[in-house]
């Protein structure tokens, strides 16, 4: 998908980024014989340990197996059980040698971080995950419309959408700072998604047109066959 398309498909093409990132470092790794051949074998000890086995099978939509070859990986590159925001932003930016990924690392670091203690634990990311891979389509969009909702106050305005744009634009290396490409994105993005013309989108605006759109409903559909 190309940068003409992100005024209403970005997440989709960042959260699979974001996936890969994960995988090239082992957090998501294929599910082996081992993993779902032991029924038993519980959540190791790390210094900041998750959820146990049980909570996490309610909280998410992962088997056992999944969960705990998810956290193998996890707790490999993260021996403490916890991964701040620089070392993600560092992880991640790796990706994206010729732009900057910091702006927008800090948007997603801050979406996966559900308890707002600056740092990621295993939950966190199996949570977030479990929503990003196994959710209802509607549960996949509100978690879009809260990434893109900056501020935290219910409602996307064009400065959110506006702070997102450019964190997106920077990622990818362009284009030169001043010109007027996210902000003319964001104009797409709110004919098409405020409905009433009110200056800011609501979840339900935002999930109205999302719904009619077909290629961002497919975009949805992508993230099944990840694990």
Not at 147 to 160: A, I, Q, R
Request: negative net charge; aromatic residues 12%.
């Amino acid at each position: 998908m190309g940068i003409q398309g992100m005024e209403l498909c970005a997440v989709a093409v960042v959260i699979l980024l974001f996936i890969a990132v994960l995988k090239q470092f082992g957090i998501l790794e294929p599910i082996s014989a081992e993993d779902s051949g032991d029924p038993d074998v519980e959540l190791p000890t790390a210094r900041h340990p998750p959820e146990g086995l049980e909570q996490l099978l309610a909280r998410t939509k992962f088997t056992k197996s999944e969960l705990q070859s998810l956290y193998r990986g996890f707790k490999n590159e993260c021996p403490s059980g916890l991964v701040d925001e620089e070392t993600f932003t560092l992880i991640y930016s790796r990706f994206f040698p010729h732009g900057d990924a910091s702006s927008y690392a800090h948007f997603l670091f801050d979406a996966f971080d559900a308890d707002r203690n600056g740092a990621l634990c295993f939950q966190d990311f199996a949570v977030g995950l479990s929503v990003l891979l196994r959710g209802t389509e509607q549960q996949k969009l509100r978690w879009t419309f809260d990434l893109y909702d900056v501020n935290k106050d219910g409602y996307v305005s064009k400065e959110d959408m506006l702070e997102i744009m450019k964190s997106i634009y920077a990622m990818m290396g362009q284009p030169a700072p001043g010109h007027s490409a996210p902000a003319q994105h964001v104009e797409l993005f709110f004919q098409k998604m405020d409905r009433n013309g009110d200056g800011v989108v609501t979840f339900e605006e935002f999930l109205a047109t999302c719904q009619e759109d077909k290629d961002i409903m497919s975009s949805m559909q992508i993230f099944h066959s990840v694990l």
